[in-house]
């Protein structure tokens, strides 16, 4: 398979990284690919994409896990040579989709799923903390939003540098919350 180049522009000297996501699946097909600024052309970044990657794909760009670019690319993977082309950005979509960059859970009134843009919004709270964290850990995103506490949900990770806030008015946290885990440097707004 040959190498297509994947270009951007951004800010120069930024240590930037490529997850690929297959179009209508939140499971990345290629990861953390890191993005090497040109030696040429300052702010300008290349990837060579090395995977068999067909089809419509969305690319998330992140700085230090914040995302900076969501690109919408089709790629078309044709005897051994694969075209990519842009299709659109959708990054102000995602912006729009979460203002605050923060994913909203509802343990009572939420519905499952992770895709991003989609589940996690204010209008489509998260309803399981597993899928809150793994669509806040894919958008590189630290703050969650509680907006009902009538479902007990324990800690799973460690989540530090995480603001955790309640818009339930929450009076105190389930027993078990933390079960060994630490939020250091994080923020608890109950």
């Not at 522009?9 to 990284?17: A, G, I, N, R, Y």
């Not at 067909?54 to 044709?78: C, N, R, Y």
């Not at 850990?137 to 007990?152: A, C, Q, R």
């Not at 008015?169 to 707004?189: H, R, S």
């Amino acid at each position: 398979m040959a190498t297509t180049p994947f270009k951007l522009f951004h800010d120069p000297d930024k240590t930037l990284k490529a997850t690929f996501f297959p179009d209508n699946n939140d499971t990345a097909a290629w990861s953390n690919q890191n993005l090497t600024q040109s030696s040429n052309t300052k702010g300008e970044y290349n990837l060579d994409i090395t995977e068999a990657l067909d089809g419509i794909h969305k690319v998330l760009v992140t700085e230090d896990s914040e995302p900076v670019a969501l690109w919408e690319v089709d790629l078309q993977d044709t005897t051994d040579i694969c075209v990519a082309k842009e299709v659109n950005t959708a990054l102000t979509d995602l912006q729009n989709a979460y203002p605050n960059k923060a994913i909203y859970f509802d343990g009572a009134n939420g519905n499952s799923g992770t895709r991003r843009g989609v589940n996690g919004t204010r209008e489509n709270p998260v309803d399981n903390w597993s899928g809150v964290i793994t669509l806040a850990e894919s958008l590189g995103f630290k703050h969650i939003i509680i907006l009902d506490w009538n479902t007990t949900f324990t800690l799973t990770k460690n989540m530090n540098d995480y603001v955790i806030e309640s818009e339930a008015g929450l009076k105190t946290l389930p027993q078990t919350f933390f079960d060994g885990f630490n939020v250091e440097n994080g923020i608890l707004k109950i």
